[in-house]
T-cell receptor
Framework: AQSVTQLGSHVSVSEGALVLLRCNYS??????LFWYVQYPNQGLQLLLK??????LVKGINGFEAEFKKSETSFHLTKPSAHMSDAAEYFC??????????????FGKGTHLIIQP | GAGVSQTPSNKVTEKGKYVELRCDPI?????LYWYRQSLGQGPEFLIY????????DSGLPNDRFFAVRPEGSVSTLKIQRTERGDSAVYLC??????????????FGPGTRLTVL
């Protein structure tokens, strides 16, 4: 079975500061990894995904994530936070059991708070 | 173009009643997924359709839950004898390819179900 752990249910950073949201995964097969963002009263929107090509993945809105197999991690970063980044962020994995063969297994999410 | 739409956006029902939740996927998307998101949790996989057939229903919690997709487009999630524990946001997603762990899933805004 596969699983995702997101460290920190809430992360608070100052506007302009580095954003780091942590994600560790467990999978018995080579994983496909995703980061989604959820704004209030909106659907989940894909930020970026890793599908076994480049280990450093660039996404929308200035976010990027690095796949590190040795650490089973896929942390999300952004060099400079903006007020509009305040939202709920979910890391997800697919490609194995637990979410259906093609369904996604999500972490519990991290609420990102941006301080002015 | 139009994204995934879900109706109703909110549904309040009484314990023991029957409910139907509808999902309209993006036109041309052959794969369709249902997830359930409880308060403070990440989405949890329920069922996955490839075309008209349920390719994987391993996430359905019990036999009170059932989903159909008779023409390979619109899907309906049906819940019989609702219980208070069924209260959650039900999310629908679709993807272009015929299912695959690397596919990007596009999510709808969800239906918030409240069982009194």
């Amino acid at each position: 079975a596969q699983s995702v752990t997101q460290l920190g249910s809430h992360v608070s950073v100052s506007e302009g500061a580095l954003v780091l949201l942590r994600c560790n995964y467990s999978s018995s097969v080579p994983p496909y990894l995703f980061w989604y963002v959820q704004y209030p009263n909106q659907g989940l929107q894909l930020l970026l995904k890793y599908t076994s090509a480049a280990t450093l993945v660039k996404g929308i809105n200035g976010f990027e994530a690095e796949f590190k197999k040795s650490e089973t991690s896929f942390h999300l970063t952004k060099p400079s936070a903006h007020m509009s980044d305040a939202a709920e962020y979910f890391c997800a994995v697919s490609g194995g059991s637990g979410g259906g063969a093609d369904g996604l297994t999500f972490g519990k999410g991290t609420h990102l708070i941006i301080q002015p | 173009g139009a994204g995934v739409s879900q109706t109703p956006s909110n549904k309040v029902t009484e314990k023991g009643k029957y409910v139907e939740l509808r999902c309209d996927p993006i036109s041309g998307h052959t794969a369709l997924y249902w997830y359930r998101q409880s308060l403070g949790q990440g989405p949890e996989f329920l069922i996955y359709f490839q075309g008209t057939g349920a390719a994987d229903d391993s996430g359905l919690p019990n036999d009170r839950f059932f989903a159909v997709r008779p023409e390979g487009s619109v899907s309906t999630l049906k819940i019989q004898r609702t219980e208070r524990g069924d209260s959650a946001v039900y999310l629908c997603a679709s993807s272009y390819l015929a299912g695959g762990p690397a596919d990007t899933q596009y999510f709808g805004p969800g239906t918030r179900l409240t069982v009194l």
